[in-house]
T-cell receptor, first 113, second 115 residues
Framework: AQSVTQPDIHITVSEGASLELRCNYSYGATPYLFWYVQSPGQGLQLLLKYFSGDTLVQGIKGFEAEFKRSQSSFNLRKPSVHWSDAAEYFCAVGPYNTDKLIFGTGTRLQVFP | DTAVSQTPKYLVTQMGNDKSIKCEQNLGHDTMYWYKQDSKKFLKIMFSYNNKELIINETVPNRFSPKSPDKAHLNLHINSLELGDSAVYFC??????????????FGPGTRLTVL
């Protein structure tokens, strides 16, 4: 069965520090991969997605993610975090031939000034 | 302009009541979804509709009944509400269906509290 694991429930970083949020997936083939961000009290916004091609994808708000097939990972990175990045981050996999997004349990990011 | 909107934003009700949540999208998308986010922030799909036709129907109690009067609207009706139904319900939409590579656009959520 397809699944997504986000090992870090809660991460705290200082403003200006670099960030990496981990995501591992379980799927029999190359899935479609997504990162969403949920600000407090808000809906989810797509940060970036990977379907095929270049394994390093750029997203909005200065985020990027790298697909590593050998590690079944799709980690999200940002070189310098801003206080406004504090939110909940969700990794999701979209199995081929279905629109059923399967979400990880989320990583809560806290940013200290 | 709001892309995916939901009403109400908050809903507080007693156990046993029947309630509805409405969702509308103005993106011209063909597919709409309902997700449930529990108290631990875990998001799980409940239903999806494509052009008013039910496509995905996860293991959801039949007290939950989605209704799509047209492709821009997908409502969720819940009968005989239970404490465990308390959650945030998100509506989403996407361009097409059945390929897995569609970006889904989410509404702001409806926080349902059952007392």
């Amino acid at each position: 069965a397809q699944s997504v694991t986000q090992p870090d429930i809660h991460i705290t970083v200082s403003e200006g520090a670099s960030l990496e949020l981990r995501c591992n997936y379980s799927y029999g083939a190359t899935p479609y991969l997504f990162w969403y961000v949920q600000s407090p009290g808000q809906g989810l916004q797509l940060l970036l997605k990977y379907f095929s091609g270049d394994t390093l994808v750029q997203g909005i708000k200065g985020f990027e993610a790298e697909f590593k097939r050998s590690q079944s990972s799709f980690n999200l990175r940002k070189p310098s975090v801003h206080w406004s990045d504090a939110a909940e981050y969700f990794c999701a996999v979209g199995p081929y031939n279905t629109d059923k997004l399967i979400f990880g349990t989320g990583t809560r990011l806290q940013v200290f000034p | 302009d709001t892309a995916v909107s939901q009403t109400p934003k908050y809903l507080v009700t007693q156990m046993g009541n029947d309630k509805s949540i409405k969702c509308e999208q103005n993106l011209g998308h063909d597919t709409m979804y309902w997700y449930k986010q529990d108290s631990k922030k875990f998001l799980k799909i409940m239903f999806s509709y494509n052009n008013k036709e039910l496509i995905i129907n996860e293991t959801v109690p039949n007290r939950f009944s989605p209704k799509s009067p047209d492709k821009a609207h997908l409502n969720l009706h819940i009968n005989s509400l239970e404490l465990g139904d308390s959650a945030v319900y998100f509506c989403a939409s996407s361009q097409a269906a059945g390929t897995g590579d569609n970006e889904q656009f989410f509404g702001p959520g409806t926080r349902l509290t059952v007392l």
